[in-house]
T-cell receptor, first 115, second 114 residues
Framework: GAGVSQSPRYKVAKRGQDVALRCDPI?????LFWYQQALGQGPEFLTY????????KSGLPSDRFFAERPEGSVSTLKIQRTQQEDSAVYLC?????????????FGAGSRLTVL | GENVEQHPSTLSVQEGDSAVIKCTYS??????FPWYKQELGKRPQLIID?????GEKKDQRIAVTLNKTAKHFSLHITETQPEDSAVYFC?????????????FGKGTMLLVSP
């Protein structure tokens, strides 16, 4: 597609529910990042994929967070047993192989509200 | 790790005035400094970036300056217009080969009054 596509745009979950957020990056982009943006804050790094390989997951806040990109294109961020502090916008971004220093194109985000 | 500080947190200007947003970073190895504009409920969009081998870059009404010695960089918007109203984020990374994650500032809400 023309841009980075994320779904759902909005998700309301009850505390304790599992959620899955999808990212469809720009076709051919090798690098894929997930960021978490709390209200009124800047995006914070969660995890990075190069093709299907998850090279960095140092930003994942707990073992309830899991991300995958099995075929090197679409990625899913899964949050198990959601907590209220997980409420945020989850941004996906992709970057082409030869972009040098990370010229990222962001998706519109998935806004998660945990009640 | 990298720490990026951004100020002011809010900035109100009259249409036609200039606006300046400043950021400092902590990691002297950082060499890539993008600026993103985020309108309410929308995706962050890259508006300008600068790499460490230059001190200034300009694109129409927008310019960015970089002082590597002092580890700070600034966004300058001239002749502001109401459509410039948004949240602006600075970021820093060490990307050259391989990858490097972007570390963002907390954002500046710019309000341009007609």
């Amino acid at each position: 597609g023309a841009g980075v596509s994320q779904s759902p745009r909005y998700k309301v979950a009850k505390r304790g529910q599992d959620v899955a957020l999808r990212c469809d990056p720009i076709s051919g982009h090798v690098s894929l990042f997930w960021y978490q943006q709390a209200l009124g804050q800047g995006p914070e790094f969660l995890t990075y994929f190069q093709n299907e390989a998850q090279l960095d997951k140092s930003g994942l806040p707990s073992d309830r967070f899991f991300a995958e990109r099995p075929e090197g294109s679409v990625s899913t961020l899964k949050i198990q047993r959601t907590q209220q502090e997980d409420s945020a916008v989850y941004l996906c971004a992709s970057s082409p192989r030869d972009s040098g220093a990370n010229v990222l194109t962001f998706g519109a985000g998935s806004r998660l509200t945990v009640l | 790790g990298e720490n990026v500080e951004q100020h002011p947190s809010t900035l109100s200007v009259q249409e036609g005035d200039s606006a300046v947003i400043k950021c400092t970073y902590s990691d002297s190895a950082s060499n890539y400094f993008p600026w993103y504009k985020q309108e309410l409920g929308k995706r962050p969009q890259l508006i300008i970036d600068i790499r460490s081998n230059v001190g200034e870059k300009k694109d129409q009404r927008i310019a960015v300056t970089l002082n590597k010695t002092a580890k700070h960089f600034s966004l300058h918007i001239t002749e502001t217009q109401p459509e410039d109203s948004a949240v602006y984020f600075c970021a820093a990374s060490k990307g050259n080969s391989g990858y490097s994650t972007l570390t963002f500032g907390k954002g500046t809400m710019l309000l341009v009054s007609p």
